[in-house]
């Protein structure tokens, strides 16, 4: 069958394209793409997605052609498609892309999972989760300094900063910075100890000591360890006699020169009872603090958290959750998973409406001040004609304005604009977008292509879709 062929020769196109594509893009966008038409010079890919398709169209268009015409240099275009039935159990068309080889340097990521796992003697790195690093924790203006911190501790433990005492609100990276700093004495000094633990599981160990009469070798465990690490310290108030038994330990290592860290939602001064002998210990390092983190680097967050997880959303959709989520890194992170797990279990690609719909409905216990900000229920744009109405009143000019052939920035920039709304929440198609403004289909294309350009580097260009998407009831 000429199927067979096809599959043969994209495969050979995928090996091409694989060595010009992050693995982690490439398995994402490339998985269960095939070749479904080949003559002329024409070659037409299809993709088990809308989203799939429309990533590596805008994306990998000329690494694709170039692969192509590597493997058959009579190809002139590649064409590309939706087929919702690649990747099915009974279809022989999509590749799978994980047969495509690996090259050898990567493999390096596996290597660097056991290197944490090793030596279980007990204490070393139970509890450290390997997710948690200096490298995947995003620095913005309000962590840099306790980021900074943590690294001099996690290269010098014992003598850079000690203790280090790392403050600030639920959900914004104290526990993350903690496990990773861990994490990394283990990788920089192979041979030291490592313990982590919440203030609470420590209570609970002295308190369990004190009733098995162990408390001998409680005090032996953890004053032998060459780091403590001690996570939500303010847990401890009213603890007295867990206070004692830390305030001893504490001593034992300090003396020893052993590194402790601890972490509380609030500076030392402002602990609430818990003795001011333990306090001032607090007081004797390097006090940082972490804040909810600004747009930009909440969006880094996001693009991090995708790449961890090896998916892609549209930019608009992350930069939508970014602008809208104001209280913690780990509602940030809720939400965006919400928009990962609808991706992955519907199969279809979270829009800028979708993601609200989550935003709404954590919005139910208040904790969300978004989108609608009390002010009436605007009723949903649905037709081409309603998005440019809104962009008309939005920026003051008339709908002849927009469709009409001015190219006066000031005209042209919300025609554009108003195309990528159209394009983006309406799901038209480019040519129907093109007759709505009298256009062609390229000059559509290219302005959507603009405007998602933009929106990167210009933050007023962010605030206007968004307010605009709101225009739109979205
Ligand atoms: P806290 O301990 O302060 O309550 P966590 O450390 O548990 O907060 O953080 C909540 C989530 O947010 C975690 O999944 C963490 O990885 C993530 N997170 C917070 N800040 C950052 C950051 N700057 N970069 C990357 N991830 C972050
Ligand atoms: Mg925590």
């Not at 306090?279 to 790449?307: N, W």
């Not at 609200?356 to 900000?373: C, M, S």
């Amino acid at each position: 069958m000429a199927d067979v062929s096809y599959r043969d020769f994209w495969i050979e196109v995928l090996k091409a394209l694989e060595s010009q594509i992050k693995r982690s893009d490439f398995l994402t966008w490339f998985q269960h793409a095939g070749v479904i038409e080949r003559n002329n010079g024409n070659l037409v890919v299809a993709f088990p997605t809308v989203l799939s398709r429309d990533w590596v169209a805008n994306k990998y268009r000329a690494s694709v052609l170039e692969a192509a015409q590597a493997c058959d240099d009579s190809i002139q275009e590649v064409q590309y498609e939706v087929d919702g039935k690649l990747g099915q159990p009974d279809d022989t068309r999509g590749v799978d892309v994980n047969t495509i080889s690996v090259p050898v340097k990567k493999v390096r990521k596996v290597r660097n999972k056991e290197e944490y796992t090793v030596n279980s003697d007990g204490v070393r790195s139970k509890a450290l989760n390997p997710r948690y690093t200096l490298e995947n924790y995003v620095i913005g203006p309000e962590n840099r300094l306790a980021h900074a911190a943590a690294v001099a501790v996690g290269n010098r433990p014992g003598t850079a900063y000690n203790p280090l005492f790392i403050y600030g609100g639920v959900g914004l990276g104290k526990t993350h910075l903690l496990q990773a700093i861990g994490n990394a004495i283990l990788k920089n000094h192979s041979n030291s100890v490592v313990a982590y633990m919440t203030s609470e599981k420590f209570m609970n160990e002295i308190v369990e000591a004190i009733r098995s009469q162990k408390a001998k070798s409680f005090k032996e465990k953890y004053r032998n360890v060459d780091c403590l690490i001690i996570d939500d310290i303010q847990f401890l108030a009213h603890k007295e006699r867990t206070q004692e038994e830390f305030f001893h330990t504490f001593n034992d290592l300090y003396d020893g020169n052993k590194q402790i860290i601890i972490s509380s939602d609030r500076p030392p001064k402002d602990l609430r009872d818990i003795e001011d002998r333990l306090v001032s210990r607090f007081e004797m390092g390097m006090i940082v603090d972490v804040q909810f983190p600004d747009y930009e680097t909440r969006l880094a967050i996001l693009h991090t958290k995708c790449r961890e997880h090896q998916v892609m959303l549209p930019p608009e959709v992350l930069e939508f959750i970014a602008y809208n989520v104001h209280h913690s890194v780990r509602e940030l992170e809720g939400v965006l998973m919400q928009a990962i797990a609808q991706y992955e279990l519907e199969q279809s690609t979270p829009t800028v409406r979708s993601v609200a719909q989550i935003l709404k409905k954590l919005n139910r216990d208040g904790e969300f001040a978004i989108l609608d900000d009390g002010q009436e229920h605007r009723s949903l744009a649905k037709t081409p004609d309603d998005v440019i109405s809104i962009v008309a009143d939005y920026f003051k000019l008339t709908k002849s304005d927009l469709v009409g052939a001015v190219r006066k920035k000031e005209i042209l920039v919300p025609r554009q604009i108003c195309m990528y709304l159209i394009r983006r929440e309406l799901d038209a198609s480019f040519e129907q977008i093109g007759e709505a403004f009298e256009r062609n289909h390229t000059t559509v294309m290219h302005s959507v292509e603009k405007i998602i350009k933009m929106m990167r580097k210009d933050q007023k260009m962010m605030r206007d879709l968004n307010a605009l998407k709101q225009e739109m009831g979205l």
